[in-house]
Each structure stands twice: as C-alpha cells, then as structure tokens.
C-alpha cells in the first residue's frame, strides 16, 4: 500500500558481503515484476525481471526470488560492490489498470568499504 | 537511439508561474509515464498514456496536465506552480505491458 511520508529504509552492507533486498506486493494477480537500480541524481534503470511462473531468476551477480504464497519478493547481490550503492525500486502493475506500472518505495543501499 | 530525453535538466520556478517539461522518446514505444520523486521517497505517478491522443490519471495529478499528440512526445504541464511541486520528475517509457520502462535523466523542479 501508500507510504506516504515514510523515508527510504536503508541497508547497509560491508563490501564483498552479499546483499538482499526485500519486497511486498499488493495484487495477487500480478504476473510480472521488475526490480529498478537508481544511481543519485539518475533516473532508474533496469536491472532484472521475473514473470510469475517462476519462482527465481539469475542474472549477473543478482538473483531475484519471487515467492506468490506470501506476495513477496526478493533482490540478491552477489559480492557487493561500492557501484551497487544505490536506491532499489521493484515494480508491478497495480490494481486499475496492467498499463500502469507503480513503484515500492524502495530500500537504499549502502556499501562500506 | 538516444533512448528517454527530458528537458530542462533544471529549472527555478516563482510561484503562480507556469512551465512545460518536455518528454521524448525515439523508441517507438506506446506507454509513457511522468513520476515525481520527491528527496528520499519513492516514486509516485502523475499521468501516464497508452498511446497518442489517450492519457490518464496516476496517483498524484492534481496540479498538473499532459497531452500526447504523437507517440514520441508527452510533455507535463504545470500551471500556477506551487511550492508542493519541487520535486525531480522522470518520464519514462515502455513498449507493452508486461516489458521494462526506460527513464529519463529527470528534470529537478524548485518552486520559490
């Protein structure tokens, strides 16, 4: 749901650790999910999808996880490095319309060196 | 290509003032959005479009108008400018449904 007035929740994790980001979604009936990567001061930029009949997707150092049971979802970084500090978004269609496609409020992601 | 561009990258506004933000994509793509993102928050929708000539409401389109004449364009129109709007606003576009949305660099909007 809204979440509204609330500020990015933060993860902080020590380089070469590997990172999980987590995500709710609201409409059961969704069947596509995308998580976005927003560098500061950049627009967001795709990082990696999953339809919903499956359950994991690889890509290059990232994993995502998509459990329907219990409508969540999840971001895994493999050895993370101080360029994936950033502002982790995922997306799906929201009920009124599969042409519109809301965000989650997002979890920034801090490395430490 | 050059993808998702948005125009100005700046600007300062006075309030009671009016602007456009300019939005184009060389994609070829039928759906175009407009979020703002405010400091520290996620990202809210203003106004999308399904294709030229048809836009709806997002979840925040009080204070703001578009149009989409052509599939390449959908620029964001504010008038009377308020405070409430500093924002950083993204245009974005996609080719279907179930496909990943491009962004655009954001346009940062101050209202004084």
């Known amino acids: 749901g809204e979440s509204v007035g609330l500020h990015l929740p933060t993860l902080s994790v020590q380089e070469g650790d590997n990172s999980i980001i987590n995500c709710a979604y609201s409409?059961?009936?969704?069947?596509?999910f995308i998580w976005y990567k927003q560098e500061s001061g950049k627009g967001p930029q795709f990082i990696i999808d999953?339809?919903?009949?499956?359950d994991k997707r690889q890509g290059q150092r990232v994993t995502v996880l998509l459990n329907k049971t219990v409508k969540h979802l999840s971001l895994q970084i493999a050895a993370t490095q101080p360029g994936d500090s950033a502002v982790y978004f995922c997306?799906?269609?929201?009920?009124?319309?599969?042409?519109?496609?809301?965000f989650g409020t997002g979890t920034k992601l801090q490395v430490i060196p | 290509n050059a993808g998702v561009t948005q125009t100005p990258k700046f600007r300062i506004l006075k309030i009671g003032q009016s602007m456009t933000l300019q939005c184009a994509q060389d994609?070829?793509?039928?759906?175009m959005y407009w979020y703002r993102q405010d400091p520290g928050m996620g990202l809210k929708l203003i106004y999308y479009?399904?294709?030229?000539?048809?836009?709806d409401k997002g979840e925040v389109p009080n204070g703001y108008n578009v149009s989409r004449s052509t599939t390449e364009d959908f620029p964001l129109r504010l008038e009377l400018a308020a405070p409430s709007q500093t924002s950083v606003y993204f245009c974005?576009?996609?080719?279907?449904?179930?496909?990943?949305?491009?962004f655009g660099q954001g346009t940062r909007l101050t209202v004084v």
């Open positions: 974005a576009s996609r080719i279907g449904l179930n496909t990943e949305a491009f």
């Open positions: 409409n059961s009936a969704s069947d596509y």
């Open positions: 999953i339809r919903s009949n499956m």
């Open positions: 997306a799906e269609p929201r009920p009124g319309g599969y042409q519109k496609v809301t």
């Open positions: 994609m070829n793509h039928n759906y």
């Open positions: 479009s399904v294709g030229a000539g048809i836009t």
